[in-house]
């Protein structure tokens, strides 16, 4: 299974990223794919999740009404939009992913068994 991830880089607060994740090799009829971020110094945290099952989705609470998750199935990637940066999103975000079928309500579940090899995400004050 191979994550590649993309779309990171460098902006200012109050500007937006859309990150890619393109999953391949990948055979389990149900899943939960998320995003997962680790600022320096700090633990890595889940930030959004769906699963594939039943569509359950989950956004952390700092970054709700802003970040939005979405599946492309026809091309095996998921999104994640990013809105209304701030500085605190600065962070390695990570794709993983997990096979079989979970209900996401209170958060992302795992652990996972797959992971991208991260992409920076810089908000500029």
């Known amino acids: 299974v191979q994550l590649v991830e993309s779309g990171g880089g460098l902006v200012q607060a109050g500007g937006s990223l859309r990150l890619s994740c393109a999953a391949s090799?990948?055979?389990?009829?149900?899943?939960?794919i998320g995003w997962f971020r680790q600022a320096p110094g700090k633990e890595r945290e889940e930030v959004s999740c769906i699963s594939s099952s039943d569509g359950s989705t989950f956004y952390t609470d700092s970054v709700k009404g802003r970040f939005t998750l979405s599946v492309d199935n026809i091309k095996n990637t998921v999104y994640l939009q990013m809105n209304s940066l701030k500085p605190e999103d600065t962070a390695v975000y990570y794709c993983?992913?997990?096979?079989?079928?979970?209900?996401?309500?209170?958060?992302?579940?795992?652990?996972?068994?797959?992971w991208g090899q991260g992409t920076q995400v810089t908000v500029s004050s």
């Open positions: 993983a992913i997990l096979g079989g079928s979970y209900h996401l309500h209170l958060g992302c579940g795992g652990p996972y068994d797959y």
């Open positions: 090799e990948f055979t389990s009829d149900y899943y939960a």
